[in-house]
């Protein structure tokens, strides 16, 4: 295992961690996006550059933005009551 | 349950599954360990048998197939169903404004933001073009492309605002992608059979390696699966992103309404 791995790794339990710890859910789509692209470089690293190019674009622009919309659905939802 | 029980219950659990996780873990060929046998028989074989470079799309495509076909009807029937139940309870009308919070100001894009989001969104639809065209030859394919192109439409909207985006954006145009490109999948596996042979037979000249044109049928099914996907993601970003447009006195058809209020609701 190369340290260039290694710190991916690390880095990707860090970044997962920081999912976890934030509370506010905007923050916390931000974590898991800015998770999502920690493991698109890190599948790069492992020579899966097709898996990469699907985890950057699904994990780090789709899934948050499906998420960030549903949040500003059900805050404007509650504004409107 | 009480989290004592919680814990309790987690423990034995780990106790039973323990040993099992151990045994398979160890098992396991090491980390990054280039061994997996199936992976050097695909390497060795394949370019010789469908003349493609992109081992991974040769697997997908046509070894394998049939379960990317089942994998096709899973996104169209996920992608259907979220689009039925989320315009089942808006209503179908096209309001074009997108909504506002009470008490969040609203400031207009900088002319550098939009600027810079034309130009990104140019460039990354162009790459996803080409991730899906070289989906033979180099890593990539009709889905990673088809998930490119749909988030080079999210920076449209980034730069556009939803009105501009909606006016460039027709959802019937992603439906018809969506299905269309399904359609073209069923057709590639089912032309064959009809044919006498078994379904994603690659029955067409399978041309030069590294060409653009190589693989026979997988260029066809890559297409078909880039049309759907970029369909079908597209569509799932239009229907979410809806749900943020103008709240306004949508007409609900009065059999989804509920027939009794809720109790919070009758109180006030």
New interface residues.
């Given amino acids: 295992m190369t340290g260039l791995v290694a710190a991916l790794l690390l880095l990707t339990a860090l970044s997962g961690l920081l999912v976890v710890l934030a509370r506010d859910p905007r923050r916390q789509v931000f974590a898991l996006s800015g998770n999502g692209l920690v493991l698109g470089l890190l599948f790069l690293a492992l020579q899966a550059p097709d898996v990469a190019l699907s985890e950057i674009a699904v994990g780090t622009a789709i899934t948050p933005l499906l998420f960030l919309a549903t949040l500003a659905a059900i805050a404007m939802d509650r504004a409107k009551r | 349950m009480t989290p004592r029980q919680r814990l309790v219950l987690l423990g034995l659990a780990a106790l039973v599954l323990m040993p099992a996780v151990m045994r398979i873990a160890l098992a396991l060929p090491a ?2 360990a280039p061994e997996a046998e199936l992976g050097q028989a695909m390497n060795a074989l394949v370019p010789g048998l469908r003349h493609v470079t ?1 081992m ?1 799309a040769a697997v997908n495509f046509d070894l394998r197939g049939i379960d990317t076909l089942g994998e096709e009807g899973m996104l169209l029937c996920a992608v259907t169903g979220t689009t039925v139940l989320l315009r089942g309870a808006r209503g179908e009308s096209g309001r074009e404004r997108a ?1 506002h ?2 008490g969040r100001p609203v400031t207009p894009r900088a002319d550098a933001t939009v600027l810079v989001c034309r130009i990104a969104a140019t460039l990354t639809l162009l790459f996803g073009l080409s ?1 899906a065209l070289h989906g033979m030859t180099t ?3 009709g ?2 492309g088809g ?2 192109v ?2 080079g439409l ?1 920076l449209l909207y980034l730069g556009e605002g939803y009105e501009g985006w909606r006016a460039l954006i027709p959802p019937p145009v992603l439906a018809v992608l969506e299905g269309g490109g399904a359609v073209l999948f069923v057709l590639c596996a089912g032309l064959p059979l009809l044919a006498g042979h078994p379904a994603l037979q690659n029955l067409l000249p399978l041309g030069e390696p590294k060409d653009l044109y190589s693989g026979g049928l997988m260029v066809v099914v890559n297409a078909a699966v880039a049309l759907s996907v970029t369909g079908s ?1 597209g569509l ?2 239009v229907e ?2 809806e ?2 447009r103008e ?1 306004a006195d949508d007409p609900v058809p009065e059999d989804t309404l509920p027939e009794d209020p809720l109790p919070d609701e009758a109180e006030r």
């Fill in positions: 980390f990054g992109n991974v909504g919070l009470p991730v890593p990539g394919g889905f990673q998930v490119i749909a988030s999210l993601f799932l970003l979410f992103l749900e943020t709240p």
